[in-house]
């Protein structure tokens, strides 16, 4: 969906397994020349819990190094909304990815600088969703 030229959809599902959904992901973001700084297992965590079985998630935090710095010269605490976390979770045989969508945040007070910043990731990151989706989609047309 696309409000006032932006991209506001913060969702996407990939209908391909956990493990090679995460691999087609972080080809995609290194196609945009995105960088992932830092990655979390999410159910790895949760295992040492009492109780607590999830199904594979990862959390990907996800910046352009040239971005960051430029959030960074102009407010220092522009880092706290860089990078930008991706979310992807196993969702039976497909795969739920999800990531901040600064529509979203734009009426709060954030630090100079860091909007435009946030925005130029977020548009990496959709863009980066949309080749594989449209791959998805090719796959299914040639299948037919």
């Known amino acids: 969906m696309v409000r006032n ?9 990939i209908a391909a397994p956990f493990e090679t959904a995460l691999k087609v992901i972080r080809s995609a973001l290194f196609h945009e020349d995105l960088r992932i700084s830092r990655e979390f297992d999410v159910a790895d965590i949760a295992r040492g819990q009492p109780g607590m079985n999830l199904a594979p998630c990862r959390i990907l935090c996800v ?3 040239l971005l960051l710095l430029e959030a960074m010269a102009l407010d220092p605490s522009a880092a706290v909304f860089l990078p930008l976390h991706i979310v992807i979770s ?6 739920q990815v999800y ?3 600064p529509a ?3 009426s709060k007070r954030l630090p100079a600088g860091a909007m435009l ?7 990496r990151i959709v863009k980066a969703m949309e080749k594989i989706s ?8 040639m299948s037919r």
């Open 90 to 95: 196993a969702d039976g045989p497909s795969t």
């Open 104 to 106: 979203s945040i734009q």
């Open 5 to 13: 030229g932006e991209t506001i959809e913060n969702r996407r599902e």
């Open 63 to 65: 910046d352009s190094p």
């Open 134 to 141: 449209l791959n998805e989609e090719n796959r299914l047309e």
């Open 117 to 123: 910043p946030l925005r130029a990731v977020q548009a």
């Open 99 to 101: 990531w901040l969508n």
